[in-house]
């Protein structure tokens, strides 16, 4: 046993920062000894090309803490550990904040699976941008030589305030369980930088269209309001998930409750939120 002991001793030297290459070995439950399985704060740190120092920190702020302790206390990571890191990096290349990683990781509708095709999603959209971003240098680089000529809007046409996944953890939070939100999972994942600008340029002409209703006067059972506001459902329903007119009410009622939301529509015409839930419940 005492040797036993040496053995876990040694495999966890790396996680106090000392050097030696570490072996996982830890006593299981039935006084089997688990080897491969684990790995030490030094294996991982060297695996995902994370400090030693952060992954304490992660294990102190509860977003990645390790399955398994030695004897004497040292962290020891599993493999499923591992597959938890994959993603909270995933996460932090995208930008996340580790509050929102930690939220997100924490909610008990959180799919690894669905998680990682939303992430995915997200790197193809990024992907896009940068190669429009890349054609828009070259482009202009042609047009200060002389080779081209570019017009004002063309060189600033790739610059929107457009953001697919502006909203992304709080509608996983709200739908992560639902067909619905797989569904729209699904279809995102796929979507390039050049239909997120189709989406953006479509959104707009029927946010136009509300619009030009309120600015009539017209009230929200009227027949052209009611018009106007189905076409937003149809597009809900052709770039997202099936959209029923019940449905379509339930987020006519978290764009007034939610102040995230109701935002969008503000920006557009005061009053929108409250005319787009009061024409979706006559609707429904």
């Known amino acids: 046993m005492r040797r036993g002991r040496r053995q876990i001793a040694a495999a966890v030297k790396d996680d106090v920062g000392s050097g030696g290459r570490p072996t996982a070995i830890v006593p299981a439950d039935d006084g089997m000894q688990v080897g491969h399985s684990t790995c030490t704060v030094g294996d991982v740190s060297r695996l ?5 120092r952060t992954l304490h920190h992660y294990d102190e702020i509860g977003l990645l803490v390790p399955s398994m302790r030695s004897d004497a206390g040292y962290r020891l990571y599993t493999p499923e550990d591992l597959e938890r890191l994959q993603q909270i990096l995933f996460y932090r290349e995208l930008g996340f904040s580790l509050q929102r ?4 990781m924490a909610d008990p ?5 669905e998680a990682l095709l939303e992430q995915r999603g997200l790197v193809a959209a990024r992907i896009d941008r940068l190669r429009a971003l890349l054609a828009l240098i070259d482009r202009t680089m042609a047009s200060r030589r002389g080779v081209i000529r570019m017009s004002k809007e063309e060189l600033f046409d790739v610059f929107g305030d457009f953001d697919p996944a502006e909203h992304a953890d709080e509608t996983r ?3 992560g369980d639902t067909d619905a939100y797989r569904e729209s999972a699904r279809r995102c994942a796929d979507y390039t930088a050049e239909d997120w600008k189709r989406f953006k340029s479509e959104s707009d ?6 619009a030009a209703v309120m600015d009539e006067g017209l009230a929200p059972d009227h027949p052209r309001t009611l018009e106007a506001v189905e076409r937003h459902r149809l597009l809900i329903d052709r770039w997202f998930y099936p959209c029923s007119r019940t449905m379509h ?3 006519g009622r978290m764009y007034v409750t939610d102040p995230r939301f109701s935002a969008t529509f503000e920006k557009v015409r005061p009053g929108m939120a409250e005319l787009i839930c009061a024409a979706t419940k006559a609707q429904a």
């Open 173 to 175: 939070r709200r739908w």
């Open 249 to 251: 009410a339930e987020l």
């Open 109 to 113: 509708a959180f799919d690894p699976g």
């Open 48 to 52: 995902a090309h994370v400090s030693v």
């Open 205 to 210: 002409e029927v946010n136009a269209g509300i």
């Open 101 to 104: 990683i930690r939220d997100l």
